[in-house]
């Protein structure tokens, strides 16, 4: 289900903002078999830029547009009292085939993460991996912090930050291939990954694009969380059925209370 709801929200940013499909349609004419109040949103013509033909008045800035950015710290981890069950701790492996960081392998606690209290990232920040791992996107889905191996993103509140989320994850096929340059990014620091360049539409078409797919990475955070508790259930459940401490009916029913 997650991979049908990503593909469709991916599909719709591909064809607004990477292949212009409503302006090349109304460029040449065509319908661009769009709402009329969306369709009217986009340009009817193209102009020459760095990074070759955009969309008119259209342009090209880099990641320090989108908004604040983060680069992550690791407080002493000598000291236990500084970990805890307060703050997810983002890091490298949480990011792997996610969307939303829905559960993280690390916590912080309040005295550990105040230690570093500019280090605080807001729900919906959107997270780069910049070293070891170079180019997972993740979004976060609540107040969290994470570690130097990861930059992350404040969107402004004028983006939107499935927006932002797409625009990096586009940047980050680029950060793990070697960017338009050829060189590889296997260590990205904050400066470097600030002045990566992207390509920034309208203001108003970014709210629509909004408004347009918000549902459907609603979606995807609800099944994130979903399959979170199952997959806790399982690892809880499984050992007293297999032991006979539970019967199956109890289970089901556990399950089901938990499915809301």
């Not at 402004?156 to 499935?162: A, D, G, H, I």
């Not at 259930?233 to 499984?238: A, F, P, S």
């Amino acid at each position: 289900m997650n991979e049908t709801l990503e593909a469709m929200a991916r599909a719709i940013f591909k064809s607004w903002f990477v292949d212009f499909d409503p302006v090349r349609a109304k460029a040449e004419g065509r319908d661009p078999c769009l709402p009329n109040e969306i369709a009217d949103l986009f340009p009817d013509s193209f102009e020459d830029s760095e990074l070759g033909e955009i969309p008119k008045g259209w342009k090209i800035g880099n990641v320090a547009e989108l908004g604040e950015i983060i680069c992550g710290k690791t407080p002493p981890t000598i000291e236990p009292t500084n970990y805890g069950d307060d703050i997810p701790f983002i890091t490298i492996p949480d990011m792997h085939g996610n969307v939303f960081i829905a559960k993280t392998g690390k916590r912080l606690s309040i005295k550990g993460a105040n230690l570093q209290k500019n280090k605080f990232l807001p729900e919906k920040s959107i997270c780069v991996s910049c070293i070891a791992t170079p180019g997972l996107v993740v979004i976060t889905s609540e107040k969290s912090q994470t570690n130097q191996q990861i930059n992350s993103v404040i969107p402004k509140n004028e983006l939107s930050p499935y927006y932002c989320y797409e625009l990096l994850q586009r940047l980050g096929h680029q950060i793990r291939s070697g960017g338009s340059g050829g060189s590889v990014f296997s260590n990205l620091n904050k400066t470097q990954f600030s002045q990566l360049e992207i390509l920034l539409a309208e203001k108003d078409v970014i709210k629509k694009y909004h408004a347009y797919i918000e549902s459907l990475f609603d979606r995807l955070l609800s099944n994130q969380r979903e399959n979170q508790t199952l997959l806790v259930l399982r690892d809880t459940l499984l050992p007293r059925l297999i032991s006979g401490e539970l019967r199956v009916p109890d289970a089901e029913r556990f399950i089901e209370e938990a499915g809301g």
